[in-house]
Each structure stands twice: as C-alpha cells, then as structure tokens.
C-alpha cells in the first residue's frame, strides 16, 4: 500500500475537478443533437481526434500489457502490441473511404456499402456487437484499475473499477463526445508526461542507460519455466545444450525436490536466490546456477532456471527430466543465451520454433500492417471510426489516425525502455501476473512524493480516457445503429441524445458485471479478443473494402463461421485432444483458410449487390481494389468522370 | 514532369495513384523506425537517434508526397458533403428504397 500526502491528493483533486467542469461546461453542446452528442458535430481539427486516438488507445491496462511481453520478451515483445500499425495503411486508404461514406459506425457503414435484407442483418450483427464488446471492453479495463487501486490502497479488485468508472460516466452522460475527446485531449497531455517522467524515472533507477546494457550484457542466461503440475513428490533434473552442436551447456550437478506445496517464504527465497544468481555472474560459478540439489521447488509453480553459459551469443535447448533422465521433455529451443539480446528487436529464435520464431513475426506484420487496407480488422478500428467520422474533413481524418497511432507506437517504446530498466533491478521474477506491473511499481515504488499524485491522476488520465470513449461508441451503436434506424426512425435529436444517455448508464451497469467476470484474467482475454476472435474475419473485413463482388451474404457468414470456428480451433478441439494445442500465428492462419471455406462459396452462390447501389457507394466513396465493373457503370453514368 | 506529383485536379485527386502507394510505403517505414528508434534513444544508443531520425524523416516525406493529393480531395469532397448528409438520413429513416 502506498501512502498519499496533501501534494498528492491536490494533483487528484485538481484532476477530478477539470473533469467534472468538462462534463458541465459541454453539457449544452452535448444535446444539441444527436451529431454532436455522437461526433462532435464533425468539426474537429486533426490534432483533436489524434489525441483521442492516442488517450483512448492509452488504458490502464496496457502498460500491463506492454510490460508482460517487454519483461518476457525484450525489446522484441513490442511486436506484440504492433496492432496499431494498421494505421499506418489504413490513414491513407480506408480511413479515407469511410470518413466519405460519413456513416456514423461501422454498423451503418455496412447499409452503404451492402443492400437489402443482407445488409439490414448485418448492421443489426454490428450493432449488438458492438455494444457487447464495449461493455467487455469496459469490464477488462475496468478490473485493471481494480488491480491497480488494490496494489495502490489494498482496496477489493470491484472497489476502483466501480468508483473510477462511475466518474468517467459523469461527464459522458452529460455531454457526450464533446466531453470525451475535449477531456481525452488534456488527459492524452497528462498522461504522456507521467508516462515520460516514470519511464525516466525507471531507467534512472536501474542506473542509467550504460548501466542498463552493461548489466545486461553481465547477467546470468535465464528462461521461465512452469513446473507441471503433476509432477509433485518427484525429483527433477535440468539439461542445457547448444542449439546447434548439441554439446551439454550446463546441468544439474544433481537432483532437485519437487513437493506438492512449499510455504510462500520458503517460495519468496526461492525468487531471491535466482535473481542473486542471475546478477552475480562469475566465471568460476559456470554451469547451472538455479535450481540447484540443495532446492526444493513447488509443482504447477513458476520458476527461472538460471545457468551460466560463458557464450552471451549463442543459442540452446532447455530440457528437464523428472524420472532420473528416462525422459526429457523441451522447456525452450533455439533459446539465446545472456541477457543481451533483450535490447534485439529481432533476437529470432528460428523460423517456427522457439519463443520468437519468424513465422509468428511475419503473421503479425502481414495482420497490423496489410489489416490497413480493411475496416474492422483490429478491434480499434471500431473507436477509431467515431473519431473518423469526427474530424472536419478527410484530410484531417487521415491525419488523425496517423498522428494518433504513432504516439501509441512511440509510447509503447518508451514503456519498454523503462521495463528493460525493471528486468534489470528484478530480473527472475517467474509470475507473469508480479512482472505485468512492473511500470505501475517503477512509479509508485520510485517517485518522489507529490509527483506520487501525479502519478495517479496520470492513470486516472489513462483510464477515464478509455472508459469515456467506450461508453459513447456502446451508446452510439445502440442509439444510432438500433433505437433510430430500427425502432423509431421519426425520432427528434432531443429524444435521440436522451436515448444516447440512457444507453451510457446501461452500457456502466454492463461493464461492471463484465469486470467482475473477468477478474484477473486479464491478459487471456485480451490475446482471445485481439487476436482470435478476429482472425477468421480478418481477411473479408479487407474484402468488403477493395471487392466489388463480396456481397452481405458473404460477410455475414464470415462472422458466424468465425463465432465458431475460434472456440473449435483455439479451445475445444485441443481440449479433447482432436488436434495438439497450437501456436498463436497458426491458429490464425487455420482459421483464415477455414473461414474462407465457408464465405467463399456463399459470396458466389448468391447475388452480387445490387449494381444501383454500388454505383451509388463508389460515387460517394471512392473505394481501392476490385472494382471493374461498378466503376465503368458509374462512369456511364455521368457520376464520375471517364479516364 | 518530376517523380511526384504535386498539382492535382479534382476528378485525379479522387482516383488511386502512385503518391498514395508512396505515402503507405513511408507511412509504414516511419512507424517501424519511430519504434524501434524512441526504444534505442531512451537507452541512450546511437543508432537508436538515427533509426528516429529515419523515422521522422519518412514521416515528412510522406506528408510532403500525400498533403497535396489529400487537400485537394477533401476540398471537393466537402462541397458535396451535405448532399451526401442528407441522403444518409434517408436511408436511416427508411425513407429511400434500398
């Protein structure tokens, strides 16, 4: 627990005020109409959108996020959370196909873009998705502030997310998207300069930035290694060899216990021995360091095997035994030695083994960056249509979405720094969920006091941002996307934004049942939702965009083969032993070719769109790819001029 | 006619060219750079400061190669918007055959 005093509490203060006053001072703007309750009256300069962009995209829980795959992976890790480079294609091409459709969302995007019952259904689809997955959303970053206020105050994981996200709801039922991106700017503000200042802080604290990589390149070789849990009341053994001759490494200089349960002291000694060993390299001690005989470790427990290698450069195999050598099973391969290829951006660990291997790298290159030409391809392009649709004109949309994401690229680097400077200072920490932290713990643990408060008003910052965005984009979807087009069309702007706040509140209701499933699983449901659940329908978001003949029946399929064919692929089969538990990249890749042998053929077994439509749709919007022959009917038409 | 273009009509502007392949290419180019290159430099490594260099180099480049095509666009876009407005009301009343 940490302890404010009066300099702290006045930044939280002076903070909570700013956002009330924002909630008061736009309230009349808010209920002009429904425009503006939704898209600020599509009049925003760029910058106002970017820092939207980049103060939604900044929640509370992503530097967990960012910290687990940085502590775990090195610099590398930060491909993890390249997502948003989508943008760095989509600023320049869908960004501006849809800011012309000037569909409020993407759910009445699909009624331009499709005709018909089709379309109607697939808008319906959107819609309730949407409002589903902004209340999920809600929920997961909603327990992260939970896990953060219980570290900070020891409070119940429900006590920060109920409190914090009532507080964000107060100025968006007010004044809606006005009051979100206005405070999203100052928040976006705030929030870069505490993210600066603790990252400093960090690298400060683990000595600078030489002290940093000289450590690194002094430290022990180490690798996690999760113990089965069934291996309890055996004695385990740890062989390391070289990749590639295959020559022993290190080993165990005989066996170690492994008891069903250890007291947690006996667990904290355990911790602190790896990392005295991983720190206190020497070339006398060489050979395997941690575990030694002496140890006795817990089974179905986390622990960092540390060895010492004399090669900072070259690679090995892990492999533990725990019947006296009969058999051996793989904890890593390909697994560099040393801790220097932590600042390797591309420390490879082979093309498909391994814990970065390049397969799994070009997936995601090919998925960030190709994912531009699409809509919907990441789960951000949902908030960043709204703030799309919210700039004054196409220009500043594609600006927007470019400057925005390259401030989340930028700030995801100078998190990384800092957690390098975290590996340094505790390095052999094995719990994910100790090490996801690290950057919250950098700032609490390091910062003076008062700059403790800014710290805080900063993650409050952080998650207000969040929290604001999805609670308006949820409402929208419900309001615009169902209430106005499907249950009382003839609605005035003034009942339309009361219908805008009263989805709010039941959206905050929502998120909090989610929050409290979720619980502290927070980083499975985030690689579920970022990256499973939009693999099978990766491929026909890009379709829907660049080819003319992808009709509604296509893409509706696309999504329902994908609901399924994501638990089947990821889960269930794997479960029952059908098929071996696969890596990441290619569940992604199975469940594109799956998906695409369903939506293939119902695309070609029904009707294209109806060509009055797409003449209409590619007038106004002015689509890249396949378009052949909309384009040549619409220059027929006179809509367009002839090349 | 030099390599990139930088006047444009209004029914060019609206159209797929070589510019906008150049701006994706160091669009991209820059977000790679930007990453890597703010990673290395808070750690204080030189080719950290030329990686961000490269990275804010390709950035200007790609606004210089895009911002005449993306003006011109939006300037005759807006001009039709309101039309455009008004028919996406239709369509969410229901009141345009679709």
Not at chain 1, 82 to 94: L, P, Q, T
Not at chain 1, 124 to 146: D, E, R, Y
Not at chain 1, 219 to 240: H, L, Q
Not at chain 1, 545 to 557: A, H, T
Request: charged share 15%; glycine share 8%.
């Amino acid at each position: 627990m940490i302890t404010f005093q009066f300099l702290d509490w006045l930044w939280i203060v002076l903070f909570v005020a700013l956002m009330v006053f924002f909630g008061v001072y736009f309230y009349r703007m808010g209920k002009r109409s429904q425009s503006d309750f939704f898209l600020a009256g599509r009049g925003l300069p760029w910058w106002l959108p970017a820092s939207s962009v980049y103060a939604t995209h900044t929640a509370t829980d992503t530097p967990i996020w960012v910290a687990g795959v940085v502590y775990k992976y090195g610099f590398s890790g930060l491909w993890y959370a390249f997502f948003s480079a989508w943008c760095a294609i989509s600023a320049f091409v869908s960004t501006r196909i849809f800011r012309r459709s000037l569909a409020y969302s993407q759910a009445e995007w699909q009624s331009l873009r499709f005709g018909g019952l089709g379309a109607e259904l697939l808008r319906g689809w959107l819609a309730g998705w949407q409002v589903f997955m902004n209340m999920f959303i809600l929920g997961w970053v909603g327990i992260a502030m939970g896990k953060i206020c219980q570290m900070i105050f020891g409070w119940d994981l429900w006590m920060g997310l109920f409190i914090f996200t009532t507080l964000g709801a107060i100025y968006v039922l007010s004044s809606g998207y006005w009051g979100v991106v206005m405070a999203d700017f100052q928040q976006g503000v705030v929030a870069f300069l505490i993210i600066v200042i603790v990252s400093i802080w960090g690298v400060v604290a683990a000595g600078g930035p030489d002290e940093i990589i000289s450590r690194l390149n002094s430290y022990s070789s180490t690798v996690e290694w999760e113990v089965p849990a069934d291996w309890e009341n055996r004695r385990g053994a740890i062989r390391i060899t070289d990749a590639e001759t295959g020559k022993a490494v290190a080993e165990s200089d005989g066996s170690f216990a492994i008891a069903t349960a250890i007291s947690e002291e006996a667990q904290a000694r355990l911790e602190s021995e790896a990392a005295a060993m991983i720190k206190s390299k020497q070339e006398e001690m060489a050979g395997l360091l941690f575990p030694t005989a002496e140890d006795e470790i817990q089974a179905g427990e986390k622990y960092t095997i540390v060895w010492d290698s004399g090669d900072s450069d070259s690679r090995v195999n892990v492999d533990v035994t725990a019947d006296g050598g009969s058999s051996w099973s793989r904890i890593a391969s390909q697994h560099f030695s040393g801790q220097a290829w932590r600042l390797n951006f591309f420390s490879f660990t082979g093309m498909f083994e391994g814990q970065f291997p390049v397969a799994w790298f070009i997936t995601m290159m090919i998925i960030a960056l190709i994912g531009g030409f699409g809509m919907g391809t990441s789960i951000d392009w949902y908030p960043e249509a709204q703030r799309i649709q919210s700039a004054k004109t196409v220009r500043d949309a594609s600006y927007s979405i470019w400057a925005g994401s390259a401030l989340v690229l930028i700030r995801n680097s100078i998190w990384a720094a800092a957690i390098i400077g975290f590996f340094v200072l505790y390095p052999g920490i094995a719990d994910s969920g100790e090490y996801e932290m690290a950057w919250y713990r950098i700032g609490f643990e390091y910062l003076p006091v008062g700059l403790i408060g800014f710290l805080f008003a900063g993650v409050l910052a952080i998650h207000l941002s969040t929290v604001s965005t999805h609670l308006n984009l949820g409402a929208m979807y419900a309001t615009r996307d169902f209430y106005h087009h499907y249950v009382n069309p003839k609605a005035s702007e003034a009942s339309l934004v009361k219908v805008g706040r009263i989805s709010t509140f039941v959206l905050l209701l929502g998120s909090f049942v989610f929050g409290v499933i979720i619980g502290e699983e927070i980083t499975a449901w985030l690689i579920f939702a970022l990256w499973i659940m939009a693999a099978g329908v990766w491929l026909p978001n890009i379709l829907q965009v660049i080819w003319w003949r992808f009709n509604s029946w296509g893409y509706l399929s696309a999504w329902m083969a994908n609901l399924g064919l994501s638990w089947l692929v990821v889960w269930i089969l794997p479960r029952f032993g059908v098929i071996p538990a696969l890596p990441d990249y290619l569940q992604f890749w199975i469940l594109i070719v799956l998906n695409a042998l369903v939506y293939l053929p119902v695309t070609f077994m029904t009707k294209p769109e109806n060509l009055d439509h797409l003449v209409a749709y590619y007038a106004m919007s002015r689509p890249i790819g396949f378009w052949g022959p909309v384009r040549k009917e619409a220059e027929r038409r006179g809509l367009i001029p002839s090349n | 006619m030099s390599f990139v273009r930088r006047e444009w009509s209004a029914a060019d502007a609206d159209d797929w060219h070589k510019e906008d392949w150049l701006a994706i290419l160091f669009s991209t180019v820059s977000y790679i750079t930007l990453l890597i290159g703010t990673a290395l430099s808070f750690l204080a490594m030189p080719i950290g400061y030329l990686i961000l260099g490269i990275g804010i180099v390709s950035g200007v480049i790609m606004m210089w190669i895009i911002d005449p095509k993306l003006k011109r666009i939006s300037h005759e876009y807006e001009k039709r918007q309101k039309d455009y407005l008004r028919q996406l009301e239709e369509i969410q009343k229901w009141e345009v055959e679709k």
